[in-house]
């Protein structure tokens, strides 16, 4: 069955540093996508990044990137120069080929950018 | 191009009481999925709709239903609610190729007392 994890319940960072979120996945798809999103304290689930299990290069938006380690099965978050506004919950999640919509999620981890 | 909405955004219901979310996908998309979000389970997914047919479900009780209209707005219903369906219920709408991101709206937060 296919997992998400994130081992990183909080993670604290500087405002204008970098800081990395880890998701690992876990599933017998060769064909999958895997995302983040954010969610602030209103609940709103923010899409920030996509990356597909055939892409060959990480995926970037903005500045977020995507560390894509396919064979540890790893999809770590990367936010480049923290936000006061990055602050909130992180979900990475991945959806398979089964033909359906179906995201898995992590438990996430909640990101605290301190001034 | 307007984002997924939901309505209510707030809802109190009390024990044995039935209750009725609606949620209306971004024009276009074809697909809206329903998740539970508590802080004990986390994300869970409900049910997907595509095209008006339930295209794939979670692990829930029979008393969480759901269905989707020929304009692809979809409700989903709890009936006899229990505390435990304390939640916030979030949808997400989306193509339906199984390429595409999915948008989510923003809530419905629901208490049941």
């Known amino acids: 069955a296919q997992k998400i994890t994130q081992t990183q319940p909080g993670m604290f960072v500087q405002e204008k540093e970098a800081v990395t979120l880890d998701c690992t996945y876990d599933?017998?798809?060769?064909?999958?996508?895997l995302f983040w999103y954010k969610q602030p304290s209103s609940g709103e689930m923010i899409f920030l990044i996509y990356?597909?299990?055939?892409?060959?290069q990480n995926a970037t938006e903005g500045r977020y990137s995507l560390n894509f380690q396919k064979a540890r099965k790893s999809a770590n978050l990367v936010i480049s120069a923290s936000q006061l506004g990055d602050s909130a919950m992180y979900f990475c999640?991945?959806?398979?080929?089964?033909?359906?919509?179906?995201?898995?999620f992590g438990k996430g981890t909640k990101l605290t950018v301190n001034p | 191009k307007a984002g997924v909405t939901q309505t209510p955004r707030y809802l109190i219901k009390t024990r044995g009481q039935q209750v009725t979310l609606s949620c209306s996908p971004i024009?276009?998309?074809?697909?809206v999925s329903w998740y539970q979000q508590t802080p004990g389970q986390g994300l869970q997914f409900l049910f997907e709709?595509?095209?008006?047919?339930?295209?794939n479900k979670g692990n829930f009780p029979g008393r969480f239903s759901g269905r989707q209209f020929s304009n692809s707005r979809s409700e989903m219903n709890v009936s006899t609610l229990e505390l435990g369906d304390s939640a916030l219920y979030l949808c997400?709408?989306?193509?339906?190729?199984?390429?595409?991101?999915?948008?989510f709206g923003p809530g419905t937060r629901l208490l049941v007392l």
């Open positions: 997400a709408s989306t193509v339906g190729r199984g390429q595409e991101t999915q948008y």
């Open positions: 599933t017998s798809d060769p064909s999958y996508g």
């Open positions: 990356q597909g299990s055939y892409d060959q």
């Open positions: 999640a991945m959806r398979e080929s089964d033909g359906s919509e179906k995201l898995v």
């Open positions: 024009s276009g998309h074809r697909s």
């Open positions: 709709y595509f095209s008006e047919t339930q295209r």
